[in-house]
């Protein structure tokens, strides 16, 4: 395996087609090492990037405290079969301050937008120069960011960008709670208090299957859950179209019921993925670990 800091070097060291790219910020857990191992079963080149974008914190003490562990980054990658890590610096990338931003403005100004602004901008913009300057033809994304997701497949789409974009199921920890790298810093007690937004997303799953239709009755479960939990602050609960994540009032073809919410200090997003098939509403429930996160053996490192 290669570490990268150009993005003309790692073009250069693409061996075998097509090329799949996993672009990260770091800090790996196993959501992103199950992207990188879809991205290795189906393509003959892997490259991950390693890039905590500044255009994306819309907080910079945020951007500050995000977690960073690159030694560990690569050895996960390389134990995924990973090729190429581009880990470029911020000069690199950016040389010149940024003139461009890439807009995906109708699906970026809901949900996450409201909280976080500008925020789709910085992740549409930087998606762009990865997918511009390592000309992928696969890029893997998970789907705990939902709406961005979304932004991403539109803006691909919009921009005719010759890439397929690839999403891959949440990764959670055996007790629910959705992989981040930013679960490091919730404490014991926080910990479980988070529990509240999987536990509700589970079980607003289970109404949905069971025939309930209602984005309010469905939103309620999940908030009634979270209610019920110390220390959560509830940000949104939204049903959304995973087209163009408007808001919906029943379930769609597509769809998504997302969650943003302060535990403590920590500010933790999840959803679950509902499609309408013949038989009925299917969630997409996510994948659970059988072990303890890598991202615990980390946590003294930030
Ligand atoms: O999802 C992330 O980790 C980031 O938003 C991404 C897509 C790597 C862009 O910086």
Redesign the pocket.
Known sequence: MRITSTMAETRGLYSAAPVGLV???GFLHEGHVALLEAARAECGTVAM?V?V?PL?FNETSDLARYPRNLERDVELASAAGVDIVFAPAVDEMFPLPIATEVSVAPLAQRMEGVHRPGHFAG?AT??VKLLAGLRPDRAY?GKK?AQ?LAIIRRMVLDLSIPTTIVPHPTVRERDGLALSSRNVFLSESDRVSALALSRGLMAMSDAAEAGERSARALEEIVLDTMAAAAGVRVEYVELASARDVARLDVVDEHCFLAVAARVGEVRLIDNVHLEVTPDGVAADRGILLDRPSVLYSQADDV
């Open positions: 672009p990260t910020l990037t890039f974008n994306q992740v930087v998606v994304f960011d961005q």
